[in-house]
């Protein structure tokens, strides 16, 4: 009988030890709201303020949601999450920083759902970094966004491991207009490091207004872009560095237009673009090689109205 009584006290004493810890347990589902406090635990009753209030009380593969318009605050993300506003299109105002940091692990999934993602300071007074600078994950999926007034780049891929990005519904502009402006800055840069590649895929992308160029991409990389446009942009549209890996884009239903330098530039031995029902118009020059660089054409796309239209480098015939 002593002995039961004994595992009994044993049983309470190890829960009521457990008590606190339940009481911190990181949840699957948190809120934020311009209206919250971040030292509220993030339930729908009791939101915090800011994404960086509600990261640490978010646990792995959960979601952070935003209950109004608030500007939510820059945050780093080290783990698999989404933050998302569907419905009300949350701010994150950045002023000399970056916006969003993912430094999460290379099997982690970070999907950013609804943001508008601001430099701060507007056109002519830029101290933002960059939008959303990705240092390391498995997968990054950005979805219905607008980036805007950063000084270097919107979207910069900076990763040393391998990574699938997807960007889709979202609008990029006035990146980099009055910021300085160094080799790899753009709308979107994908510059990984020693080891890293980066499989992308971008939908609906509309880039407009930038500076350098519109997307640069270096090294491994792979790119489809489609149903998309770049245009205003005082560089290149599309840059592409094959010198020192195999860069390949494929460009389809797309419009790479009134852009100050190239239509499409590629450069190096690795570097090939492939065009399917495009138009390339109003670019001092249209097309550009250098180098080794290939452009090839499906024979479906139209090439004209530029200042030099260029040729693509070989037409493949289709099927």
């Avoid at 489809?224 to 860069?247: E, F, K, P």
Wanted: charged letters at 10%.
């Amino acid at each position: 009988m002593r002995h039961r009584h004994l595992s009994q006290a044993l049983i309470l004493l190890i829960a009521l030890l457990a008590l606190p810890l339940i009481g911190h347990a990181q949840a699957t589902r948190t809120w934020v709201s311009g209206v919250g406090d971040d030292a509220n635990p993030c339930s729908r009753t009791a939101p915090c303020r800011t994404f960086a209030g509600a990261i640490s009380k978010t646990s792995a593969n959960g979601i952070i949601n935003v209950l109004d318009p608030a500007a939510v605050g820059a945050v780093t993300v080290t783990k698999s999450i989404t933050l998302q506003a569907d419905e009300s299109f949350a701010g994150v105002l950045a002023s000399a920083t970056n916006g969003i940091i993912i430094n999460a692990g290379v099997g982690d999934t970070v999907v950013l759902r609804g943001l508008a993602i601001n430099g701060s300071g507007g056109i002519s007074g830029i101290t933002g970094l960059n939008g959303v600078r990705i240092l390391q994950a498995g997968a990054v999926r950005i979805e219905n966004c607008d980036i805007q007034s950063f000084g270097e780049s919107a979207i910069e891929v900076a990763n040393t491991s391998a990574l699938k990005l997807s960007v889709r519904d979202t609008v990029i502009e006035n990146t980099i207009a009055g910021g300085s402006v160094s080799a790899s800055d753009a709308g979107i840069a994908l510059v990984p490091g020693a080891g890293g590649s980066v499989r992308a895929h971008f939908d609906r992308v509309r880039l407009h207004g930038l500076n350098q160029f519109g997307i640069n991409a270096v090294g491994d990389v792979r790119v489809v872009l489609r149903d998309s446009v770049i245009s205003g942009v005082t560089g290149s549209a599309l840059q592409l560095d094959g010198s020192s890996g195999a860069a390949q884009v494929l460009v389809d239903n797309s419009s790479l237009v009134e852009n100050s330098v190239n239509g499409i530039f590629a450069t190096g031995a690795g570097a090939a673009v492939r065009l399917h029902r495009s138009v390339i118009s109003g670019n001092a020059q249209g097309l550009l090689t250098a180098a080794g660089g290939q452009i090839i054409s499906y024979g479906s796309n139209v090439i004209a109205g530029n200042v030099a239209n260029g040729s693509p480098t070989s037409t493949v015939s289709q099927q």
